[in-house]
């Protein structure tokens, strides 16, 4: 077995997950779409009673560390409605 270099957690629970998506007051598709996932995954993970693992543990402790940052992405809708906003700016 290899030494842990880094002090995360293993997994997360569908609790966890649950709990930062609300915190962030956003739909199981929004929270899919920072995340890079897709709703289906999200509602599975929030359904489960399981050990969740992969990026999403690493993701989830930053997110718990500072939800400020996240707030600061969101694009306000009037944005998102005016595709001109997003002309020039890379993906």
Same mark, same amino acid.
């Given at each position: 077995m290899?030494?842990?270099?880094?002090?995360?957690? #293993?997994?997360?629970t569908?609790?966890?997950i649950?709990? =930062?998506?609300?915190?962030?007051?956003l739909?199981?598709? #929004?929270?899919?779409?920072?995340?890079? &996932? &897709?709703k289906p995954?999200?509602?599975?993970? #929030?359904?489960e009673?399981?050990?969740?693992r992969?990026?999403?543990?690493?993701? =989830?402790?930053?997110?718990?560390?500072?939800?400020?940052?996240v707030?600061s992405?969101?694009?306000?809708?009037? #944005? =998102?409605?005016?595709? &001109?906003?997003f002309?020039?700016? &890379?993906a």
């Amino acid at each position: 077995m290899r030494a842990k270099n880094f002090a995360v957690n #293993e997994y997360v629970t569908l609790d966890e997950i649950k709990k =930062i998506r609300k915190k962030l007051h956003l739909t199981q598709k #929004e929270f899919a779409q920072l995340v890079g &996932s &897709s709703k289906p995954t999200i509602e599975r993970w #929030e359904k489960e009673n399981a050990q969740i693992r992969g990026p999403i543990v690493l993701l =989830i402790e930053m997110l718990n560390h500072d939800m400020d940052y996240v707030v600061s992405l969101k694009i306000p809708p009037e #944005e =998102i409605a005016d595709p &001109s906003v997003f002309q020039g700016k &890379s993906a």
